[in-house]
C-alpha cells in the first residue's frame, strides 16, 4: 500500500483566517514532505522532514508554518496567507534517504483558494 | 547543481499511436531518476523510476523508460496511448536528501 492522504480536499480561506492541511500515512515512511503546486507548473518543495525533525524548509514565508506530530502525521498550519498563496498543496512520503528510500509517493492534494 | 528539462512542452496524439516524452537531466553525481503522473485535479502518480541496474525500466499502465547515462537522458515511452492517457508527466531527479528536482511537465493529449 502506497497511500497517503490528506484531508481537505477544497479550502476556501479569507486572509485574515488560521487554518490547516493534514497528511497521513500509514507506510512507516520516515520523510514527509510538503509542497506547493501552481497551475501548469511542477511542485515546488516548500518543507521536509526527516525523522520527525525539520531537516530542509526552502525559505518559506512566516504565514506557512509545519508540524510534524509523529512519524506519520504532518500538518500544514496557514495563517494571514496572500490571494497568490492559492495553489494545490501536495504533501509526499518516502521511507527515507538513501536508493530505493528516496521514492516518494504523493497524496491527493488540498486545492488551495485565498480571497 | 542538478536540473531537469523535459523537451516538450506539450505532445499531441492519437489514440493507439506511439509517443516518446523526452527528458534530459543534467548532474555532477549520481542521481535516482522518475517519472510521475498528474491526471486532472489530482496528486502525483509514480509511473516508474530508475535507481540502478538494467538500464529500461518498466512501469505500469504499459510505459517503460531507458536511462542513457552517456546522453543524460531518461525518455518515456508507450507503445500504444489510450485516451485515459491524456495527463501531465513530470520528470525528476534526485541526488538524495530529500530534494526532489522536477522539470516543467509535458503534456500529453490523445485524441480519438
Known amino acids: 500500500d502506497t497511500e497517503v492522504t490528506q484531508t481537505p480536499k477544497h479550502l476556501v480561506m479569507g486572509m485574515t483566517n488560521k487554518k490547516s492541511l493534514k497528511c497521513e500515512q500509514h507506510?512507516?515512511?520516515?520523510?514527509m514532505y510538503w509542497y506547493k503546486q501552481k497551475a501548469k507548473k511542477p511542485p515546488e518543495l516548500m518543507f521536509v522532514y526527516s525523522y520527525e525533525k525539520l531537516s530542509i524548509n526552502e525559505s518559506v514565508p512566516s504565514r506557512f508554518s509545519p508540524e510534524c506530530p509523529n512519524s506519520s502525521l504532518l500538518n500544514l498550519h496557514l495563517h494571514a496567507l496572500q490571494p497568490e498563496d492559492s495553489a494545490l498543496y501536495l504533501c509526499?512520503?518516502?521511507?527515507?534517504?538513501?536508493?530505493?528510500?528516496?521514492?516518494?509517493?504523493f497524496g491527493p492534494g488540498t486545492r488551495l483558494l485565498v480571497l | 547543481a542538478q536540473s531537469v528539462t523535459q523537451l516538450d512542452s506539450q505532445v499531441p496524439v492519437f489514440e493507439e499511436a506511439p509517443v516518446e516524452l523526452r527528458c534530459n537531466y543534467s548532474s555532477s553525481v549520481s542521481v535516482y531518476l522518475f517519472w510521475y503522473v498528474q491526471y486532472p485535479n489530482q496528486g502525483l502518480q509514480l509511473l516508474l523510476k530508475y535507481l540502478s541496474g538494467s538500464t529500461l525500466v518498466k512501469g505500469i499502465n504499459g510505459f517503460e523508460a531507458e536511462f542513457n547515462k552517456s546522453q543524460t537522458s531518461f525518455h518515456l515511452r508507450k507503445p500504444s496511448v489510450h485516451i485515459s492517457d491524456t495527463a501531465e508527466y513530470f520528470c525528476?531527479?534526485?541526488?538524495?536528501?530529500?530534494?526532489?528536482?522536477f522539470g516543467q511537465g509535458t503534456e500529453l493529449s490523445v485524441k480519438p
Open positions: 525528476a531527479v534526485t541526488p538524495g536528501g530529500g530534494k526532489l528536482i
Open positions: 509526499a512520503s518516502s521511507q527515507a534517504s538513501g536508493g530505493d528510500q528516496e521514492t516518494q509517493y
Open positions: 507506510m512507516g515512511h520516515r520523510a
